[in-house]
């Protein structure tokens, strides 16, 4: 049992690239910029994390602001992954050269996104209606850079395979080198759990490696989602917060022991992340709303947490705030009883 879970953490071939692990930290909007991924970077190495999605019109007509902090990459951080949105296959092609110039290690196109402004647009999750246009996107992308290319998508749910088929024939046609998927319908919200089965059709039906991604949190859902046959997993949300997470994985995948930072650690951690944000967008405020998004995940073991959360949403300075961490996130404050998969393989 224990030298088959070993056996699934194992190097990454997606195109022309190989990466010593099969972990991925995925793109989460208002999240994945540099600070996060280098604090990721620096506890846990992935294969690579992702940029949070970026449209295609940004880094073409408003190159400043995406210097400034969509695709602002940080030289101590380790692969990246840009992901663009759009639905214009010269715009994504412009957008592709431009980022292969600024040193993308990967490129992505969003194709699952749900929300209406971008899907009304005729990007994200709708251009999986669009076979025709999801063919000319992959192939400016391809003839644009000489880095890998993939796609990451939404499944169709219920039991439409049809759909399904339809994507990774198209995937598989214009050549993408790698293809992500997420096991939730675009409608669905995170309380309907991944759908393994269908994130399985596609590793069955495609020769191109397929990363799995949804719901990975502990060493269970890790197995789950490799049990699909997948090449490679991405975490998204758990990965907020607990910049270790990955690390944590592996060890317990091999049996190893790992030591969970303590709470005062987790503290200067979430601080430190809000001082980069800061030096990043020039901004306190703008830093600190930022911090508001993702605050929750670092509060996830404090005792009070609502209660941080809280007043995290009140605070307005950087000195209120670093107050309010030294009093939360204090080594005297109990740690509620760890995950099980803590300490079971
Ligand atoms: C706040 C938030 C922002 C997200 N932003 C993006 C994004 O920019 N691009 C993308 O492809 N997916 C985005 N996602 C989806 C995640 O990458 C991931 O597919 C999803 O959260 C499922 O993985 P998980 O269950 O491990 O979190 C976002 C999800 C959340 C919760």
Redesign the pocket.
């Known amino acids: 049992m224990f030298r088959s879970i070993f056996r699934l953490i194992k190097p990454l071939t997606l195109g022309n690239k190989t990466f010593p692990l099969n972990i991925i930290q995925?793109?989460?909007?208002?999240?994945s910029c540099a600070p996060f991924r280098l604090l990721t970077w620096r506890y846990s190495q992935p294969a690579f994390s992702c940029t949070?999605?970026i449209s295609s019109k940004t880094i073409i007509y408003q190159p400043a602001l995406a210097q400034q902090r969509y695709i602002k990459k940080d030289p101590q951080e380790g692969p990246v992954c840009f992901?663009l949105s759009g639905s214009d296959p010269i715009e994504i092609a412009e957008a592709t050269k431009r980022v292969s110039d600024y040193g993308a290690d990967l490129i992505d196109l969003?194709c699952?996104?749900p929300v209406n402004k971008i899907r009304s647009k005729g990007a994200g999750s709708s251009l999986l209606m669009n076979s025709n246009k999801l063919y000319q996107l992959i192939t400016a992308m391809k003839q644009n850079t000489n880095v890998p290319v993939s796609i990451?998508i939404r499944v169709e749910g219920g039991s439409n395979d049809k759909f399904n088929m339809e994507i990774a024939k198209v995937v598989s046609e214009a050549g993408a080198d790698f293809l992500v998927v997420?096991g939730r319908h675009w409608t669905e919200h995170?309380e309907t759990p991944?759908n393994h089965e269908q994130i399985k059709f596609f590793v069955d039906n495609l020769k191109i490696p397929v990363i799995g991604?949804?719901?990975?949190a502990c060493l269970t859902s890790l197995k789950q989602m490799f049990d699909t046959g997948c090449a490679g997993v991405m975490?998204?949300?758990?990965g907020v917060g607990q910049p270790w997470l990955i690390n944590k994985l592996v060890a317990q995948m091999r049996n190893e022991q790992f030591v969970l930072p303590t709470l005062d650690e987790m503290g200067a951690v979430f601080m430190e992340h809000v001082l980069m944000l800061v030096e990043l967008l020039g901004s306190e405020k703008l830093a600190i709303l930022q911090a508001r998004k993702f605050a929750k995940y670092y509060a996830r073991e404090l005792p009070n947490r609502m209660e941080f959360n809280h007043a995290v949403n009140e605070c307005v300075t950087l000195t209120v705030l670093q107050d309010l961490c030294k009093n939360y996130f204090s080594p005297y404050t109990t740690c509620p009883a760890a995950h099980p998969d803590d300490h079971a393989h």
């Open positions: 995925g793109p989460l909007a208002g999240v949070e999605m992901q969003n699952g996104c990451k997420h995170y991944c991604n949804g719901d990975i975490i998204g949300r758990a």
